[in-house]
C-alpha cells in the first residue's frame, strides 16, 4: 500500500522559513517526478512545485518567485520543499504528490498518489 506522509509545518512568522519533507512508502518512485500542492481554506488546490525523476530539472508556480527549492533523495525516497521568505499567502495546507510521468508537470490530474497534507500557518 503506497503511503506519502507529509511532516514539517506549523507557524512561523512572515519572512521566516519551514522545510517541509515526504516521506513515502510502499513502492519506491524513482522513475515519478513528484510535486508539491498547496489549498488555503475556501480556494482550490494549487501547484507549488515539481521535481523530475532523476532530481535535475524543476519547475515552480508564479507565486513562488526563488522563494521556495524543492529536493528529492531517492535513495531515502523522500521529497523536500524549502520554503524562505514567507508570507502570510502561503498559510495553507500542503500536500505532497506523486506524478504518473518521469518529467515535471503542474497539472494536479497528472498525479496519482496524495500525501494527507501538512498544515502552514504564516503570521503577519
Known amino acids: 500500500q503506497v503511503q506519502l506522509v507529509e511532516s514539517g509545518g506549523g507557524l512561523v512568522q512572515a519572512g521566516g522559513s519551514l522545510r517541509l519533507s515526504c516521506a513515502a512508502s510502499?513502492?519506491?518512485?524513482?522513475?515519478?517526478?513528484m510535486g508539491w500542492f498547496r489549498q488555503a481554506a475556501g480556494k482550490e488546490r494549487e501547484f507549488v512545485a515539481s521535481?523530475?525523476?532523476?532530481?535535475?530539472?524543476?519547475s515552480f508556480a508564479d507565486f513562488v518567485k526563488g522563494r521556495f527549492a524543492i529536493s528529492r533523495d531517492n535513495a531515502k525516497n523522500t521529497v523536500s520543499l524549502q520554503m524562505d521568505s514567507l508570507e502570510p499567502e502561503d498559510t495553507a495546507d500542503y500536500f505532497c504528490a506523486v506524478s504518473r510521468w518521469p518529467a515535471v508537470t503542474k497539472a494536479l490530474r497528472e498525479y496519482e498518489y496524495w500525501g494527507q497534507g501538512t498544515q502552514v500557518t504564516v503570521s503577519s
Open positions: 521535481i523530475n525523476r532523476s532530481g535535475n530539472s524543476a
Open positions: 510502499g513502492r519506491t518512485f524513482t522513475d515519478n517526478a
